[in-house]
């Protein structure tokens, strides 16, 4: 079946701008992640989405990040006035639940650049 | 302690040897672990979940010491196709396994 998919896989924006980053996670599944793949740096958790609830937003870098979930099923990242030190991939997974056993499948990713 | 701390590789090895990777985790509470597998631009995906009795799958084996808070994964009879990061990642938080902490992944490339 199809997996997680996000888009843009490309982004470059400028300083300043606001970016949205979209994530359609495999059909059924109700937990929802985002992370965020610096060069040389380990995956960094961002936010969790337990259906359209975020229960723990602990890894946002700061309140320039925000992300929802609608229907229980896509999710949008956005990044207002974006940094240079923003660039980064950014990966969405999901899961049946949050269970200890559910395995977490991930998405390509979007890769964005901030000039 | 780094929270999830793997070598830091890169790892070169010939086609047929055999090649371990180590992990150390800080989170005494953590109760679930795993290998993921990284192939260059591309999205992690789940290699193997490690157990306390020790698993196998195929030519991968992975191994938990919780007491010393250390995971291993032995690669046996290594492929080309082996040729990946490997990332090792505990859930740090108890029963709910949504908040994955990934080391920074070990680099392996098998030669001809």
């Known amino acids: 079946g199809a997996g997680v998919s996000q888009s843009p896989s490309n982004k470059v924006t400028e300083k300043g701008k606001d970016v949205e980053l979209r994530c359609d996670p495999i059909?059924?599944?109700?937990?929802l992640y985002w992370y965020r793949q610096s060069l040389g740096q380990g995956l960094e958790f961002l936010i969790y989405?337990?259906?359209?609830?975020?229960?723990?937003k602990s890894g946002l870098p700061s309140d320039r990040f925000s992300a929802e979930r609608t229907g229980g099923s896509v999710s949008t990242l956005t990044i207002q006035r974006t940094q240079q030190e923003d660039s980064a991939v950014y990966l969405c997974?999901?899961?049946?639940?949050?269970?200890?056993?559910?395995?977490?499948?991930f998405g390509p990713g979007t890769r964005l650049t901030v000039l | 302690r780094k929270e999830v701390e793997q070598d830091p590789g890169p790892f070169n090895v010939p086609e047929g040897a055999t090649v371990a990777f180590n992990c150390t985790y800080s989170n005494s509470a953590s109760q679930s672990f795993f290998w993921y597998r990284q192939d260059c631009r591309k999205e992690p995906k789940l290699l193997m979940s490690v157990y306390s009795s020790g698993n196998e799958d195929g030519r991968f084996t992975a191994q938990l010491n919780r007491a010393s808070q250390y995971i291993s994964l032995l690669i046996r009879d290594s492929k080309l196709s082996d040729s990946a990061t490997y990332l090792c990642v505990v859930n740090m938080n108890g029963g709910s396994n949504y908040k994955l902490t990934f080391g920074k992944g070990t680099l392996l490339t098998v030669n001809p």
């Open positions: 059909s059924g599944h109700t937990a």
């Open positions: 997974a999901s899961s049946w639940t949050s269970g200890t056993t559910d395995t977490q499948y």
């Open positions: 989405f337990q259906g359209n609830s975020a229960p723990d």
